[in-house]
């Protein structure tokens, strides 16, 4: 079993993936912004580690994350502005890239976005900004001799969801249950020979072990 370290625990992905993570037998570590959150995740049976991932530097992750052999970044800005975008979606992820190599955790998954999102609408500075970050962080990681997995899905909405995906290297773009996603990376992280891929999901007729087992080359 791994021991994981989530950046995004307390998130609408994070938090559904470290009790997922917890009951396939895995330890788990929980990056949170808010000291009241920390009981939640106690709970849950994942281990609090305070810190904001804005104010952070990459040696401050770095300390965080030792003694850890995962690292799952599921932040987000959630349209907060453009400098807390930078900050998280685009910075974020290089820090976590820079701790990993630092600590010689080799396996970092990260959740980025379907870049077919919104194409078909009017264009919006505060959301380009967005997937002009997701896409710089994206390109990091490809460039890091990590075993990266980039997991891009479509329109997020904020359901368990129903454990059926599409999930492939390249899909019609569409909507995903935030909880399809936790699911998604679960099993993700429990199929280590799955990685230096980029993954786009949508919510499907698939169940997600199925899916991501049809990924194995």
């Known amino acids: 079993m791994s021991n994981i370290f989530i950046i995004g625990a307390t998130g609408g992905v994070g938090s559904r993936l470290g009790p997922m993570l917890i009951s396939a037998g895995h330890k788990v570590t929980g990056l949170h912004r808010k000291l009241e959150q920390a009981d939640r995740l106690r709970e849950a049976g994942i281990q609090p580690c305070h810190g904001d ?7 401050d992750l770095t300390n965080a994350s030792q003694g850890h052999d995962v690292i799952v970044f599921s932040a987000g800005a959630a349209g ?7 900050a998280i979606d685009g910075n974020g992820p290089i820090k976590a890239i820079e701790a990993a190599k630092a600590n010689g955790i080799p396996r970092l998954y990260l959740v980025s976005v379907f870049m077919d999102a919104l194409r ?8 380009e900004h967005y997937m002009k970050s997701k896409r710089q962080a994206d390109n990091a990681l490809v ?3 990590l075993k990266w997995v980039i997991l891009r899905p479509g329109t997020l909405v904020s359901e368990d969801g129903n454990g059926l995906v599409n999930a492939n290297r390249a ?3 569409g909507k995903v249950a935030r909880g399809n996603v936790a699911a998604t990376l679960a099993v ?11 993954i786009e999901l949508t919510d499907g007729n698939t169940p997600v072990r199925d899916a991501v087992g049809s990924l194995l080359r």
Not at 188 to 198: F, G, V
């Open 53 to 59: 991932i804005m104010e952070m530097t990459a040696n």
């Open 80 to 86: 907060s502005g453009l400098d807390r975008t930078s």
């Open 120 to 127: 078909d609408q009017p264009r919006k500075e505060g959301f």
């Open 143 to 145: 460039a890091s001799d």
């Open 171 to 173: 899909i019609p773009y």
């Open 188 to 198: 993700l992280i429990d199929t280590p020979d799955i990685y230096r891929e980029i």
